[in-house]
Structures are given as structure tokens and as C-alpha cells.
């Protein structure tokens, strides 16, 4: 560790935070202006640890393209909110599977059906596990010959290769059920369980920035979770991110949103679903 790591950095002043506020809300939408705290420690951590004490400086070194990328990628992983957890938000996991097991019963005639689910904001991987769980299980009470496809992206690279890990302390896993764990996971070394490799299969792990999807092919979804990433943009952002999301759903697709995140949000395509402890939408059928 170098001698720079035991220096404290000066607050960042009001035109510094202006700044970094600036750069960092118009490439990934993240709003500071609640979450000073966020920034202020995440720029710190960072600067500590490649020995930078001026924040003008690596400003500087950050902004540049294409040299400051490497360096930018490293900045967002300090300051992104990544907490998650299994089967956060009961109630959105209880409309899921209402949902899959109307929709896998009247999919089970077809051939071939590929049941594709996009986790928007993956974070380390809890969610998009869960939505595999969720859906393997109703396939496999239903006996349905339907294969199953899970997006997950984030703009983190770090939560990023823990999700592709796929390897879980006791206490992450300690709230799911007995007979969960036995059919998902395998205890290794020190508490830790990992995913069996049969569920990972169905997954697929993208490093990708959700204000850039117009880059992104056209692949349709039967189920979009966007939670808890939103609340942390601004109004005008949420809804340019959501009403992109509508394109990438199939007739009759799924979008939930986490409860009381951009709240007000309207869609012509889109009707709420009556449940209202979730914020959960349906894609018109003949869109
Ligand atoms: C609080 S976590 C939510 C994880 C999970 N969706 C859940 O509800 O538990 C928010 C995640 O959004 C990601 N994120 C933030 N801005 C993003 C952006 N512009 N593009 C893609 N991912 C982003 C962060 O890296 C973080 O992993």
C-alpha cells in the first residue's frame, strides 16, 4: 500500500461537485444530488487507491476518450449502489409467477418456445437467479417442453464477475428455501454455496449501460426487471429508459419496476397491473 493511501482528501467543493455530478449523471443516470455521500467516497476510494490527491487531476485523467476508459469503468464501480438480495420484493416475484405459469400453460402447446427474461441492473446476480429459479421451477412443475433464456446486464464490471461466479455466502442464501437450496445450489469451501451449473446455463451475463440500449440488437422479452436502478435517475431519465424497454418486450410482456420507483410513469402500450404493492406492467397484446 502506498504512503497516499493515509492521506484525507479534501471535501470535493461545490463547482468540483458540480462537475464530477455533471459527467457522471450524463453517461450512466446515476444522480448524485441525494447521495452526495456516494460520490464523495466513492472519487476518494479510487483516488486512494491510485495515488491521485487532486480531484481536477483526475477529472482530467477520467474525462478523456479514449484514454480515460479503462479508468471511467473503474470510477463506476466505486460509485454504483449495488445492493441486492434473492427474491427482493416478495410481491413482485408473487406476480411472476402468476404471470409465467398463465403464460407457460398456453405457450406449452408450441414447439420450441424460448422463454426469454432480461435482468436490467443485475448488480452481483441475485435477481437474475432468481428469476431462473422462479421460472425453472413452474417449467418444471408444469412438465413444459420450453427452454429458458436470462439476460443480465449491468454497467458494473465488478458485480458483473460475481454474478458470473455464481457463488453465494450461507448468510446471502440463509432466506430461501430448504428445498431451493438443495436443488440449486452445492456448499463448497468456507460457507459459501455455488449455483449449480444446469441453472448458470440458462443464464447469459452482459457488461452493458442502460442509456445506451439503442445500440443494443432487438431482442424481445417475455419478462424485463428493472428494480431499484431507477430510483436513482432523474425523472425525465427514468421514463426515456422505460419507454426504451417497451420496444425490447414481446406482445403481452412483462415490465416490473420496483414499488414506488418512477411512480407516474405512463405508456400508451402499457397497462398497470391491478396489484397495486407492485409496480408491474403488461405489454398490449396487439402492439
Ligand atoms: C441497487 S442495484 C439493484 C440490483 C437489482 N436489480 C435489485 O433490485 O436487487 C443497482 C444496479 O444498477 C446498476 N446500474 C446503475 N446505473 C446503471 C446503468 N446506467 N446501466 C446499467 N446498470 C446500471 C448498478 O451498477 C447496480 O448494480
Keep these: 500500500m502506498s504512503l497516499w493511501s493515509f492521506k484525507t482528501t479534501p471535501a470535493l467543493t461545490e463547482e468540483q461537485y458540480e462537475r464530477?455530478?455533471?459527467?457522471?449523471?450524463q453517461r450512466t443516470g446515476i444522480n448524485f444530488s441525494q447521495h452526495k455521500s456516494i460520490l464523495q467516497s466513492g472519487l476518494n476510494q479510487r483516488m486512494r487507491e491510485i495515488g491521485i490527491d487532486d480531484y481536477d487531476q483526475y477529472f482530467q485523467q477520467v474525462s478523456a476518450i479514449p484514454e480515460g476508459v479503462g479508468e471511467w469503468t473503474k470510477l463506476v464501480d466505486r460509485v454504483s449502489v449495488k445492493e441486492t438480495s434473492f427474491f427482493r420484493e416478495p410481491n413482485a416475484y408473487a406476480v411472476l409467477k402468476n404471470y409465467l405459469v398463465d403464460l407457460i400453460s398456453s405457450e406449452q402447446k408450441a414447439q420450441d418456445y424460448t422463454l426469454d427474461i432480461w435482468s436490467v441492473g443485475c448488480s452481483t446476480g441475485e435477481e437474475p437467479y432468481s428469476l431462473a429459479i422462479a421460472a425453472t421451477d413452474i417449467i418444471d412443475y408444469l412438465t413444459a417442453k420450453?427452454?429458458?433464456?436470462?439476460?443480465?446486464?449491468?454497467?458494473?464490471?465488478?458485480?458483473?464477475a460475481v454474478a458470473k461466479e455464481g457463488k453465494y455466502s450461507a448468510r446471502k442464501i440463509e432466506t430461501l428455501a430448504p428445498e431451493t437450496k438443495t436443488k440449486y445450489f452445492k456448499p463448497v469451501a468456507n460457507r459459501y454455496y455455488q449455483v449449480s451449473t444446469e441453472l448458470q446455463r440458462k443464464l447469459c451475463f452482459v457488461q452493458g449501460n442502460i442509456l445506451e440500449l439503442k445500440d443494443v440488437p432487438r431482442l424481445t422479452m417475455d419478462v424485463i426487471f428493472c428494480q431499484n436502478?431507477?430510483?436513482?435517475?432523474?425523472?425525465?431519465?427514468?421514463?426515456?429508459v422505460l419507454d426504451t424497454l417497451v420496444h425490447y418486450l414481446k406482445p403481452g410482456g412483462l415490465l416490473m419496476v420496483a414499488s414506488g420507483e418512477a411512480s407516474g410513469w405512463q405508456h400508451s402500450q402499457m397497462k398497470r397491473t391491478a396489484d397495486e404493492s407492485v409496480q408491474a406492467y403488461i405489454k398490449a397484446q396487439n402492439s
Design 20 to 25: 464530477w455530478q455533471n459527467l457522471l449523471e
Design 146 to 160: 420450453i427452454f429458458l433464456g436470462v439476460v443480465a446486464t449491468d454497467i458494473s464490471a465488478t458485480a458483473l
Design 229 to 240: 436502478v431507477l430510483v436513482y435517475f432523474q425523472r425525465d431519465r427514468q421514463k426515456q
